[in-house]
Structures are given as C-alpha cells and as structure tokens.
C-alpha cells in the first residue's frame, strides 16, 4: 500500500467525468488499498478516485464505522433534506454549507465484482453524495453560496 498525493483545487482532473470500473483485478485492488491509507493519512472521511489522479469510478469512505469501498455507485433513491458544513481534501481549509439528502440508497460493487447495496443517512448519506459527485467532476464548491476559509494560526 501506498499515500497517494491528493489532487487540489485548480487541478483540471477534479473536474472530469470518471469511467465506470470494467476489470475487478489486482490493479483495483492496489487502488482501493492506497486510496483507503490516503484517505486515513489525510485524517478523511472519503476520496473519490479522481482526487488522486485515476479517472475511475471508486470511492472509499469511512464515517468512523469500518471502511466502505465502491465501485461504480449509483444513487437509486433520496429521502429528506439536511444542510451543514462540508469540507473537502481537495479543498483543504476550505468550508461551506451544502444541502444534500438526508438518507440515500446506492447500489454499487464491490472490489470482486459483486453488487450490493448501502444505506445511508446524515454524515454517511453526506459522504456518498459528496464523493459520487467527484466522480461527475462536481466539487461540494458548485453547491455552497460562500466558502469559508480557515485561517493559519
């Protein structure tokens, strides 16, 4: 496993589509692994493929119950509305006040190619909307009216 260095804000690559996963192999593997060892390394609670540089639909996300890894997500269902501070490892220092549903159910696969299910409602609901975005090139700064910035001490 390896730190992978995390794209920041400016990077072009934050704004591309990313390709859906076709081959579940060593390589996805390695990815997934090194994205989970960035993600804990950076103090995250998820990365999107495309934040270190892999125009992949992977995401790896952990809200301090147990890491989750999908592949290809999709959102199949919404309910409710929650809005709160959202930041960003692409955006390090950087905050703002997101609306996104309160429970969200994706459908995705796992690093074997099996499909499942999660459910998720306020901060993991938050975390699979914010990093299934960054797989459509959408940053949680297109979704704020104002960004706050966190000062040096």
């Not at 996104?100 to 190619?113: E, Q, S, T, Y």
Request: hydrophobic letters at 40%; charged letters at 35%.
């Amino acid at each position: 496993m390896a730190i992978r260095n995390i794209i920041k804000e400016g990077d072009e690559i934050l704004r591309k589509k990313c390709r859906p996963v076709e081959v579940f192999d060593k390589r996805l593997w390695t990815l997934l692994d090194d994205m989970a060892e960035t993600m804990y390394a950076a103090d995250g609670v998820g990365l999107a493929a495309s934040q270190v540089g892999v125009l992949k639909q992977v995401i790896v996300i952990d809200i301090g119950e147990g890491l989750i890894e999908l592949i290809n997500p999709v959102v199949i269902s919404e309910e409710g509305k929650q809005t709160d501070l959202e930041g960003c490892l692409s955006f390090p220092k950087q905050y703002g006040m997101v609306t996104r549903p309160l429970k969200v159910k994706v459908k995705a696969f796992d690093r074997n190619g099996k499909k499942f299910f999660v459910e998720g409602s306020e901060l993991l609901a938050r975390a699979l909307c914010h990093e299934i975005d960054h797989l459509k090139g959408i940053v949680f700064k297109d979704l704020t009216e104002e960004i706050l910035e966190e000062e040096d001490e």
